[in-house]
């Protein structure tokens, strides 16, 4: 089973950008949907941005404009630029399967936007 490891999170103003990566120990060439997601405290999981294979993606309207996923077959890691970040983007990030399957979770990383 592919393990997944996010990284690129840290504290940033708003307005700024940060570039997460998961990158996965195995191939994720024929995991037709790959996901970010993310979860604030004291909220419950919400799914921000999806990518096929194909490259199609589909993005929560909260994030429509101001995130881009993308996936890298060949380094078999999916990426997610993050541009005019609010504080309300404040949240712990993963990368999942879309829909998203149990033994994926990765410990996922931190994203705070705060001045």
């Known amino acids: 089973q592919v393990q997944l490891v996010e990284s690129g999170g840290g504290l940033v103003q708003p307005g700024g950008s940060l570039r997460l990566s998961c990158a996965a120990s195995?191939?994720?060439?024929?995991?037709?949907?790959m996901g970010w997601y993310r979860q604030a405290p004291g909220k419950q999981l919400q799914l921000v941005a999806t990518?096929?294979?194909?490259?199609?993606?589909n993005y929560a309207d909260s994030v429509k404009g101001r995130f881009t996923i993308s996936r890298d077959n060949a380094k078999n890691t999916v990426y997610l630029q993050m541009n005019s970040l609010k504080p309300e983007d404040t949240a712990v990030y993963y990368c999942?399967?879309?829909?998203?399957?149990?033994?994926?979770w990765g410990q996922g990383t931190q994203v705070t936007v705060s001045s």
């Open positions: 999942n399967r879309s829909p998203p399957r149990v033994g994926y």
């Open positions: 195995g191939s994720i060439s024929s995991i037709n949907a």
């Open positions: 990518i096929t294979s194909s490259g199609s993606s």
